[in-house]
């Protein structure tokens, strides 16, 4: 599906191509799977990607059951996109050849570049030109590609996608960092968060971070975007881009290397990033709504959560808690960052001492008691039961529920109340179920239905917090 929407068209345009190919080549592709450039077929095949995929090598007649062409000039139509899988000395003249072929865009996954000063700073700036005449889009270099995974378009080489099957979902992730972001990918694919897109933005040499950001801005398939950055090519541009998202609605939480003298110089060798001092770029962040986090588990957790698309119409927490002393400890969580926890009055209080055993709480939190269970078995429905008063309460903007060792059936039951009380409601709920992997039945049921699950309290109240500050962030109408 394409992006609608005005601003920076003719860019949108070209990245179409990367981002959504119809034909790929592989130059220097291998039959070897285990070798960098024998990864992206085997990938798109094993996660169904429906275009064309043209290996390119002339030591091969067939790869993977595919047609070897001994070059790219011998490659059949047009060409969205070109991986480029050969050592950095032989990149200038790969490129000229895909330039020649009137390629769409090419991604280069070499490293040897700006990174390391001299004489690969200076094919970098080549690397640019080259592009720039044949108005080619180009990822790299020093990147691992990129995963659309509403279309199994694998054009990368991270480890990652030996997951299967991948969860697509409403998240981006732009990264400079290929194996960080590759790392971020793969935890989050176990904890079933969904991504949209993955990009490895590398050395950043012709697009960078703002290009690919403004694009996901207007594509419909994504909600929230990520990004790890270690610098900024063209500030204004990253600006454009993330004052774009955020009258878009789309948050975007970033993750910056850098914060010290030291971060910096890693950044500036790993991929030749220049960045100016943090309390600039702290400004910079608050003044564009951006959220920062301070790792990539945070990253994904608060993308996670907005990931929802539920913002809250105030600080108000209504904590319901299968125990006592959690709900307690979230209680003091959520004071600690300044969100409020009401105590419970009217109709909603008396439905609970209705429900509850007499030494139970009807406050906030509501305490379930570990009588919890013996209810639950004489009556299946009382969880729901017990959630609903909760979702209704006009005094609680947000829902944190708390679940101790809850497995097995009961375990599933209680994640599939949840989730249909859950789509009962627009109040935005997070859930912090600590069993281990006991209920890893139940979690998934909840995962599927786009709730953000923890198995920590302290992350639920920090992730709750950090999607309320992003709502205080919304332009006002």
């Known amino acids: 599906m394409s992006p609608a929407g005005g601003g920076h068209t003719t860019a949108n345009r070209q990245l179409e191509a990367l981002l959504h190919p119809k034909t790929v080549a592989v130059l220097g592709a291998s039959q070897d799977t285990s070798k960098l450039v024998g990864k992206p077929i085997f990938f798109m095949q094993q996660h169904k990607y429906g275009g064309k995929i043209y290996p390119v090598n002339p030591k091969y007649k067939e790869i993977s059951g595919l047609t070897c062409y001994p070059s790219l000039a011998q490659v059949p139509g047009e060409i969205d996109a070109v991986i480029i899988g050969l050592p950095a000395e032989s990149v200038l003249d790969a490129v000229k050849e895909c330039a020649e072929r009137k390629v769409k865009s090419v991604i280069v996954f070499a490293s040897g570049f700006a990174e390391i000063g001299g004489k690969g700073a200076k094919m970098e700036e080549e690397l640019r030109g080259l592009a720039q005449q044949a108005g080619m889009i180009l990822c790299g270099p020093n990147c691992q590609g990129v995963v659309?995974?509403?279309?199994?378009?694998?054009?990368?080489?991270?480890?990652?996608l030996e997951r299967k099957p991948l969860q697509a979902g409403k998240i981006a992730f732009v990264t400079q960092s290929g194996a960080m972001g590759g790392s971020l990918f793969s935890n989050a694919m176990q904890l079933g968060i969904g991504f949209s897109y993955w990009i490895s933005s590398g050395n950043e040499t012709a697009l960078e971070s703002a290009d690919y950001m403004h694009y996901l801005v207007q594509d419909p398939q994504t909600s929230v975007i990520l990004n790890y950055s270690e610098g900024f090519r063209d500030q204004d541009k990253y600006i454009r881009?993330?004052?774009a998202a955020r009258q878009a609605g789309k948050p975007i939480v970033a993750l910056r290397v850098g914060r010290t003298p030291v971060g910096r110089k890693a950044a500036q060798a790993h991929t030749g990033a220049v960045s100016g001092p943090d309390h600039e770029v702290e400004a910079l962040f608050q003044r564009l709504g951006i959220l920062r986090v301070d790792?990539?588990?945070?990253?994904?957790?608060i993308g996670n959560v907005l990931a929802q698309g539920r913002f809250p119409q105030g600080k108000n927490v209504g904590i319901l808690s299968t125990s006592g002393g959690a709900g307690g400890l979230i209680a003091d969580q959520c004071e600690v960052v300044k969100l409020g926890v009401?105590?419970?009055?009217?109709?909603?209080?008396?439905?609970?001492?209705r429900l509850l055993p007499y030494f139970g709480s009807a406050l906030n939190p509501v305490d379930t008691t570990a009588m919890f269970s013996q209810f639950l078995a004489k009556d299946p429905e009382y969880f729901k039961r017990l959630l609903r008063p909760m979702a209704k309460e006009k005094t609680?903007?947000?829902?944190?529920?708390?679940?101790?060792?809850?497995?097995?059936?009961?375990?599933?039951?209680?994640?599939?109340?949840?989730?249909?009380?859950?789509?009962e409601?627009?109040?935005p709920m997070v859930v912090s179920w600590i069993a281990g992997n006991l209920a890893e039945e139940g979690y998934q049921i909840l995962r599927e239905a786009g709730i953000p699950l923890f198995m920590n309290t302290k992350k639920s109240v920090q992730a709750l917090r950090a999607l309320i500050r992003y709502t205080e962030l919304l332009p006002k109408a």
């Open 148 to 160: 659309n995974l509403h279309e199994g378009a694998t054009l990368s080489f991270t480890p990652a």
């Open 241 to 243: 881009a993330a004052e």
């Open 295 to 301: 790792d990539g588990d945070e990253l994904l957790e």
């Open 342 to 353: 009401p105590e419970l009055r009217g109709e909603t209080r008396e439905e609970y001492v």
């Open 396 to 423: 609680v903007h947000s829902i944190i529920l708390m679940i101790t060792m809850s497995t097995g059936e009961r375990a599933r039951k209680m994640a599939r109340d949840i989730v249909e009380v859950y789509q």
């Open 425 to 427: 409601t627009d109040k």
